[in-house]
């Protein structure tokens, strides 16, 4: 069986954003107190690590000790300076080309796990995360204006061929097998 700390240690890791402590609980199928116990340990364990527990009254994430900021920022600024990879193109050509794109749907098309290229994306200000219109749970990604203009569009049905390529997204979406 494995233990409570290290089932919350791979869920903050995995999910890299803050969580609810009512929603851990719930995931982990423990109490509030078993969870509160769970968080002391593993902050106890990152004593001498990079990794820290940051707390708020309802939600806790993992983060990098405060010393090593400066370190971090100069592998981020390496990182943004580095081309654009193919797969970072591709997820960007996905997002300008098909509206209310979730990560399910880029993954989907791409055949491969996005989550790396997502966030890149969105450190570099090519692409925003907002709230899904019609349902709340879900998340869609959009070009930044900046992306626009970097592009020398004002919107995006100004891109190359974007009718038929938008059409060829919609028609491979489709093709998603229903959950039941």
Same mark, same amino acid.
């Given at each position: ?65 405060? *010393? !090593?900021? %400066? @370190? ?5 600024? /390496? #990182? $943004? ?64 204006? *900046? !992306?626009? %203009? @970097? ?5 995006? /049905? #100004? $891109? ?21």
């Amino acid at each position: 069986m494995i233990p409570l700390v290290k089932k919350l240690e791979a869920l903050l890791f995995i999910t890299s954003e803050p969580q609810s402590k009512k929603g851990l609980a719930k995931t982990l199928g423990c109490g509030f107190e078993e969870l509160t116990q769970a968080i002391s340990l593993l902050k106890e364990a990152f004593l001498e690590h990079a990794l820290i527990i940051i707390e708020t009254d309802q939600d806790i994430s993992l983060g990098t000790h405060p *010393e !090593l900021s %400066s @370190f971090i920022d100069d592998l981020r600024k /390496e #990182e $943004l300076n580095k081309e654009l990879t193919k797969a970072s193109l591709d997820t960007l050509s996905i997002i300008l080309y098909k509206d209310l794109v979730t990560r399910a749907d880029i993954e989907y098309i791409r055949g491969v796990n996005s989550t790396f290229i997502l966030r890149n994306l969105m450190m570099r200000g090519l692409v925003d995360r907002i709230v899904h219109e019609t349902d709340s749970r879900k998340f869609v990604y959009i070009p930044t204006i *900046e !992306l626009l %203009s @970097f592009l020398g569009v004002a919107k995006r /049905e #100004e $891109l190359p061929e974007f009718e038929s390529l938008r059409g060829a997204l919609e028609g491979r979406l489709q093709t998603i097998p229903e959950i039941e």
